[in-house]
């Protein structure tokens, strides 16, 4: 029995029937919806449980991870990507830039199939962002290519991935991407953008007030709620009442 068989059968085992429609449910899989016909196993123990099962199987190949990429199951999606994601950290620690590129280029290359919010917020900071981090800035062209995309997931992925330049204290890119995405449509888009926004104004709250300052008027409430959220209270309701 291979790896992947092993994988696919111990997910199997853990499914939940109830936990499933609690899912599908809760990550908008209806018709219509941002995560139309994606399919749950509702495995039992949630995300915990599955990052333990990654672990074991860190050294899948691309042509396995590919297959899980592949599968219309989210958990195999999910799982895929915990796993590419394992391999990048090893790979970052043992210094091997030539790995890091291989699962970098992979990834890119897979970008649709990372297609829910959760698969986006648990990869993107690292095999994109970190990996970016350590190229030249000319690299990070392909961020604003995705930013500009019509496909949620790769806007989504444009952002999120800035969190690994926001750590380090670099937030160009982030407020650019930010312009880039204001008048985006969907929720999702808004809740990112503003969640990094307030991640930058977590480390220096000047360059977050600056952004906003121009842009507070015309941002969507959603954005603008998740942007402001750590601000004192006073500060919050002049930026949500338009009195800055």
């Not at 989210?74 to 090893?90: M, P, S, T």
């Not at 500060?235 to 949500?240: A, P, S, T, V």
């Amino acid at each position: 029995m291979s790896n992947l068989t092993e994988l696919k059968k111990e997910l199997k085992s853990l499914s939940d029937f109830e936990k499933a429609k609690n899912l599908q449910r809760f990550f908008k899989t209806g018709k219509g919806e941002y995560g139309e016909g994606d399919v749950f196993l509702g495995v039992i123990g949630g995300v915990p449980t599955k990052r333990k099962i990654a672990k074991r199987y860190l050294d899948l190949s691309f042509n396995n991870l590919q297959n899980l990429l592949d599968s219309s199951i989210h958990e195999h999606r999910f799982i895929a990507l915990v796993i590419l994601n394992n391999q990048f950290i090893k790979f970052v620690k043992l210094d091997s830039a030539e790995k890091q590129k291989e699962i970098f280029d992979f990834y890119i290359k897979n970008t649709k199939k990372v297609n829910n919010w959760d698969l986006v917020d648990t990869s993107a900071p690292n095999i994109v962002g970190q990996y970016l981090l350590r190229q030249g800035l000319s690299k990070r062209k392909i961020l604003y290519r995705l930013a500009k995309s019509e496909n949620l997931w790769e806007k989504r992925i444009s952002i999120i991935s800035t969190y690994a330049f926001i750590r380090e204290g670099e937030f160009d890119d982030t407020l650019k991407i930010s312009e880039i995405l204001l008048n985006d449509e969907h929720d999702l888009i808004h809740k990112a953008v503003g969640w990094m926004l307030r991640e930058v104004g977590n480390r220096n709250r000047e360059v977050e007030e600056k952004f906003l300052k121009k842009h507070y008027l015309k941002m969507p409430r959603t954005m603008l709620r998740y942007a402001i959220e750590k601000f004192p209270e006073d500060l919050r309701q002049k930026y949500l009442k338009g009195k800055i």
